[in-house]
């Protein structure tokens, strides 16, 4: 048995991991039939891991100051023992790039490689919304321009002007999103020849737009035609190509916050169902290597012990709850499935007729491909899963002092449970849903925002106005925010041109923050 195995101890070497990936890559394509993009492995320093945290889990990226204070805040608390350290970090890209720590134990490496280079991996490659909104072979490519094109404009315009319109930019990233058109594919090269050109043409655009009236039309009395004509959700996209006071390289840094802003759509829509399978992954991958007598039972102890550490679910009392771990949620669905595939009883062949004594490898990889999750969960977390878990729907009512239970273990309480959970998972539950509905072209050049509330839930007042402080940096006239509920009036925001930081004003009370 001991010719069998693949590494003894805990130390790694490189040729240990050869090894290791070869025969997780065996188990993966050949057996569970993955599909993924050639891997590329880098062994990195805690120093260097840390680094890769403050720059949003990217390879490279531009200088800003929040990712130098989230360096230094990670870097303290790791130091003084308040915080671990992820055993990986995983890049989609064409070559997939995995990031090992060489601290790590050879057990360690060996799970990371099967949960990342297989698992999220195929992940990336194979789901849709990857697919559709993401382009792994230039990401990298297009980063490193990003960097040169940023380093140059802070050698040129200085520091300061360029750490205040990033700040601007990244205040509004998350609605400067294509939700619904598919953009365009990352060229790096493409991006580079394009930039030279952009600029002219852009800034003569925008002279032509707000190029002041004819008298005769000013005088005309008529109605005012909205513009733009339908509602923008990208908006950086309509600052950058209207603002009457950007310049050039303003334009191209709003540019390049939205396209890298647009590479993490897909990633917090599929948190669930990413880690999920990406933990189911290397659950098979290592407990079939030990069938194979290819680990011995001293590093799968240590397996299984990492394995739970990922997958700790604190309960709702814990001072440590923050919600369901999607890892632990993620597993629990794909392996319920896996077992109503293989071991149905009476009520899985109720809940999922069509999966009951099917192959599991290709129910497991068809909710992987297609769905996101608030999809998956609406339509693959069983009754087991809710019980497991110990799920049940809470009301609570404002008149009353104690929470009422209004989804119990039952059929009807099971859906109630799950149409609710999923719910969560909507985008417009994560991210506020802010539009463009009005520019002023012909008189005072307002830019009028609606906010269109989820749920009835209303905006934090200061984090709001902070917000539209930055909007109005970039459009640089006056600035209005409506909140919206079921046509009902919530709140409205009022950013003046009064100095270069601009003066916010609250119009209506205040409350939730999101």
Not at 61 to 86: E, P, R, V
Request: charged share 25%.
């Amino acid at each position: 048995m001991s010719d069998k195995l693949i590494y003894t101890g805990t130390s790694w070497t490189f040729d240990k991991l050869y090894r290791m990936m070869d025969a997780c890559e065996e188990i993966a394509v050949d057996d569970m039939g993955l599909d993924c993009f050639p891997n590329q492995i880098e062994v990195i320093t805690t120093e260097q891991m840390l680094d890769a945290y403050s720059s949003v889990g990217m390879p490279l990226m531009y200088n800003h100051w929040s990712f130098g204070k989230s360096f230094i805040q990670n870097k303290k608390q790791y130091s003084a023992g308040q915080m671990g350290l992820a055993y990986e970090l995983v890049i989609n890209s064409n070559p997939c790039i995995n990031y090992l720590m060489e601290e790590n134990s050879m057990t360690t490496q060996s799970l990371v490689i099967a949960h990342a280079a297989f698992g999220h991996n195929h992940f990336f490659k194979n789901n849709y919304l990857f697919k559709q909104w993401t382009s792994p072979d230039a990401i990298v490519d297009y980063l490193l321009f990003a960097k040169r094109y940023i380093r140059e404009c802070e050698e040129k315009y200085g520091n300061t002007a360029v750490e205040e319109t990033l700040d601007a930019c990244h205040a509004i990233q998350y609605q400067s999103i294509n939700k619904y058109k598919r953009p365009n594919k990352i060229n790096a090269q493409d991006e580079i020849e394009k930039q030279r050109s952009r600029s002219e043409y852009l800034q003569s655009q925008v002279n032509d737009l707000w190029r002041t009236l004819p008298e005769e039309k000013k005088k005309a009395k008529k109605e005012e035609e909205t513009w733009p004509s339908e509602p923008e959700e990208n908006l950086l996209y309509f600052l950058e190509k209207y603002s009457p006071i950007l310049t050039p390289w303003q334009r191209e840094i709003c540019r390049i916050v939205r396209r890298i802003a647009q590479y993490f759509y897909p990633q917090y829509q599929t948190k669930v169902m990413n880690e999920g399978f990406a933990s189911f992954t290397h659950h098979y991958i290592f407990n079939k290597l030990y069938d194979q007598g290819k680990v011995d039972d001293g590093s799968m102890i240590e397996f299984l012990k990492l394995h739970s550490a990922v997958l700790y679910q604190p309960s709702f009392d814990s001072p440590n709850y923050g919600g369901f771990n999607p890892y632990a949620l993620g597993f629990a669905i794909l392996k319920d499935i896996q077992r109503v595939c293989t071991e149905p009883d009476a009520e899985d062949k109720r809940w999922f007729p069509h999966l009951a004594d099917t192959d599991w490898r290709i129910a497991i990889k068809d909710i992987a491909a297609n769905y996101r999750d608030e999809s998956a969960i609406l339509q693959f977390m069983g009754p087991k899963v809710m019980r497991n878990q110990g799920m049940f729907n809470l009301h609570d009512e404002v008149h009353y002092d104690n929470y009422i239970v209004t989804s119990i273990h039952d059929d009807r309480g099971y859906k109630k449970i799950r149409k609710h959970l999923s719910a969560s998972y909507e985008t417009a539950a994560m991210i506020p849903d802010i539009q463009i509905t009005n520019a002023d072209v012909t008189g005072s050049r307002d830019l009028t925002l609606l906010h269109e509330s989820y749920k009835g839930k209303r905006l934090n007042g200061k984090t709001a106005n902070q917000v539209l402080t930055h909007v109005q940096k970039l459009w640089g006239y006056k600035v209005k925010l409506y909140t919206m509920h079921d046509e009902t009036l919530l709140d409205v925001f009022e950013c003046n041109q009064v100095s270069n930081s601009g003066v916010s004003s609250l119009q209506m009370n205040i409350s939730d923050d999101w």
